[in-house]
């Protein structure tokens, strides 16, 4: 869906359907009033009957008399006036487009951008209204035969500007929401993907399709061979217990100036785990098509700094296996050496997700980092942690994880963050390597990044681990597209 401002007096709008704020107490917005004025009170009527509450996410939706130029009118409540927090506005954004989604209609006008939110201003309205809305919209529907249930006609929302406020602006700021609601839908779509689908071919052959998209992104892709020589055994040992060949992809988007040091993101492109010989029980096993979600995320992220021209430089490395047990591949006890030159001892050949990363993080030095930051669904230990709300940060530079961690909040995609102390090393201690590839089950989200820490010792980096944010699982099982909005806003404020 598209979205633009729109100018012009409430009461002369011709559209199929406006969407008109309505408060449970307090004084009505001038848009609702004037609008009611113009329309015998309606709306002062419904009210008052109570068919419409005013609470929050509230709707009720109007047929207005023939021959009116609005024909429909949804009243949306947003609580108490005065009173609109960021989760009251977004809950409305959410339901009012859950309340149309059916309707055979191709264009909308908001007038939500009218409502106050406590704290913030025009722009993020703009963003979390475009963001929200393309939420609600999104539906899966590749490997679907039937029309999806939720299909919708939906083209064009009309933003109505406040007054005073500056349309193009709003345009501004709603086309950079609509991009990165676009990466959020890639990596949504990709991680959706079941494993025969999305393997590591199909993920470079969508890197190298985005490429041919974009001027500005240059798409590499390395099999195993190249791998090979450039010394990459932790990597390859992953991937030789599948039939699937590994795959290391890189998209380059060069924005800025030639000198400027570019952020590298680092997403695990697992395309399914299946633990290889530490194999893991069977139940819910098909969640493991979604451990490529950090890969997923770099692509999004790429796509959306191409779409928009950022000026600024980033650099997007996947790792992509599939993790399988077979004749081949990798058994506990075995040990291997990475591109570092470090020696690991597989203790647990589940934990194979640090095994490709730290190969992607060596070679990821080569374009001589301003920062690495790498997003992986790394342990099931961090969802133990911090549930499915935040995503975990680790990092060996304290600056670099507070600006990840104002991106998150700034963006609604948040992170805590773990600390990387000494102290959790020693459990990484091998008798027949320079290190285990497991710590034990004490703080194993930490242990997984201190592991990771000793390969990216000569840069600033981030680690987020996203095996709790990633997807939803239940009735509502799906990819989130996180952390596409973090990484994005973090983007942003560098450029
Ligand atoms: N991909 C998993 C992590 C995971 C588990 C993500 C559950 C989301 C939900 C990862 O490869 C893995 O298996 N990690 C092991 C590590 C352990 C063997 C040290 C885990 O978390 O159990
Ligand atoms: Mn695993
Ligand atoms: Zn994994």
Known sequence: MQFVSKTGQIDKLS?????????????????TTRFDQAHNGQITTVLKQGDASGKVGNTLLLQMPAGNKTKRVLLVGLGEQGKTTESDFNNAVQASINAIKHLPIKTICSALLTVEVTDKDIDWKVRQLVLTSREALYQYTETLTTAAPDAHSLEKCQLLAPSGRATQAINEAANIASSIANGVDRAKELANLPGNICTPTYLADTAKTLGKQHTSLKVTVLDEAKMEKLGMGSLLSVSRGSREPAKLITIEHAGGPKSQKPI????????????????????????????????????GVMQMCAELNLPINV???????????????????????????????????????????????????????????????????????????????MANNDELANELLGAGLKAGDKAWQLPLWDEYKPQLKSNFADLANIGGPAGGTITAACFLSRFTEDYKWAHLDIAGTAWKTGAEKGATGRPVHMLSQFILDRC
């Open 15 to 31: 559209t199929p359907c406006l969407i008109l704020p309505v408060f449970s107490k307090g004084q009505q917005l001038d848009v």
């Open 264 to 299: 590298v993101i680092v997403g695990k492109g697992l395309t399914f785990d299946a633990g290889g010989i530490s194999i893991k029980p069977s139940s819910g096993m098909d969640e493991m098509k979604y451990d490529m979600c950090g890969g997923a995320s770099v692509f």
């Open 315 to 393: 650099i997007g490395v996947v790792p992509s296996s599939e993790n399988l047990p077979d004749g081949d591949a990798n058994k506990p006890g075995d040990i291997v050496t990475s591109m570092a030159g470090l020696t690991i001892e597989i203790l647990n050949t589940d934990a194979e997700g640090r095994l490709i990363l730290c190969d992607a993080l060596t070679y990821s030095a080569k374009f001589k980092p301003d920062v690495v930051i790498d997003v992986a669904t790394l342990t099931g230990a961090c969802v133990v942690a911090l549930g499915k709300h935040a995503t975990g940060l």
